[in-house]
């Protein structure tokens, strides 16, 4: 069973508009969260990342929610631009290996 | 700039082939991944090493094994290539299992194809 779940294969965005992708998890036991972003024939590079003691990290147009009672994060990416477009991977851990969403793929239309 | 290096960013094989994939990271990270993402199944842990000469399986081993004689070196071997093993294939490393600022750094990929 999915320890990491990303319900949302893709998601289309107007350019300038939010763009809101989602990720769920299962173990309460996880303490660090990451967002990878990928775009094609390129490996994926680190985006943004928050720690379970904090519930939003900001870095530009980039937001992390984490909310630990609904076991749930989610990345906010405000405004969107189509450069933006790509696959976005969360990530998760303890002391283990980080553990892997399947991805959402962002598509922004100018 | 710290870098995680595979040698080929495209391959084509045959099938029955004995394929090397190769990974060299420069930030002397004790911890090496390999991955595997096809569309739909998001990344697939297949081997990880957390030292020289030290490996362990993930979660889709069959078909592969690896190598980690050098630290700085993390190398995927194919024994028999079949078309299913036909992917893109990322590598990756950290400086502690798992959680951390930042991560895993990937490197830029391997897109093999098996004819």
């Known amino acids: 069973d999915q320890q990491v779940k990303q319900n949302s294969p893709s998601l289309s965005v107007q350019e300038g508009r939010i763009s809101i992708l989602n990720c769920d998890y299962t173990n309460s036991m996880f303490d660090y969260f990451l967002w990878y972003k990928k775009y094609p024939a390129e490996g994926p590079t680190f985006l943004i990342s928050i720690s379970s003691i904090k519930d939003k990290n900001e870095d530009g147009r980039f937001t992390v929610f984490l909310n630990k009672s609904a076991k749930h994060l989610s990345l906010h990416i405000v405004p969107s631009q189509p450069g933006d477009s790509a696959v976005y991977f969360c990530a998760t851990g303890s002391q283990g290996n980080l553990i892997f969403g399947k991805g959402t793929k962002l598509s922004v239309k100018p | 700039d710290v870098k995680v290096t595979q040698s080929s960013r495209y391959l084509v094989k045959r099938t029955g082939e004995k394929v090397f994939l190769e990974c060299v990271q420069d930030m002397d990270h004790e911890n090496m991944f390999w991955y595997r993402q096809d569309p739909g199944l998001g990344l697939r842990l297949i081997y990880f090493s957390y030292d020289v000469k030290m490996k362990e399986k993930g979660d889709i081993p069959e078909g592969y094994s690896v190598s980690r004689e050098k630290k700085e070196r993390f190398s995927l071997i194919l024994e028999s290539a079949s078309t299913n093993q036909t992917s893109m294939y990322l590598c990756?490393?950290?400086?502690?299992?798992?959680?951390?600022?930042?991560?895993?750094?990937f490197g830029s990929g391997t897109r093999l194809t098996v004819v």
């Open positions: 990756a490393s950290s400086l502690q299992a798992g959680t951390g600022r930042g991560g895993y750094t």
